[in-house]
């Protein structure tokens, strides 16, 4: 396996999993209208990971729609299906709805902004 090709991933997390806090990933689901239509209905029951808060980077900042209560968060990827921004995820106390995702070219780490869940969607 290279680097590039998950083994970096898998290298990164080994290393770096027991300096990050335990978190738990949610995806949206699906459920039935009562039309035979799906709408969002919730959430399941989480995946665990391993992620890291950290300070929101200037990028970040400049993206249109942060506000100044996002923070940056970071997800080891080693073992862990796409996120997307319809996921939301609970780390250090607290749930985050996901407003931006980007991964490192090595795919060793999910870098999120994460909004407080439930937190006004107003940009600055």
Sequence with gaps: MGLLDGGLATAFSSAFSGLYLDATLYRATDGDDGSGGGVGNGFDSGTPVKAQLDSTTQAMRDSPGYIDTDQRII???AGVDPIDTDCEIEVG???WSI????????KAYYELR????GAANNGS
């Design 99 to 106: 407003a931006s995702v980007a991964q490192d070219p090595a």
């Design 114 to 117: 994460g909004r407080l869940a």
């Design 93 to 95: 106390g607290k749930r």
């Design 75 to 77: 997800v080891l990827a």
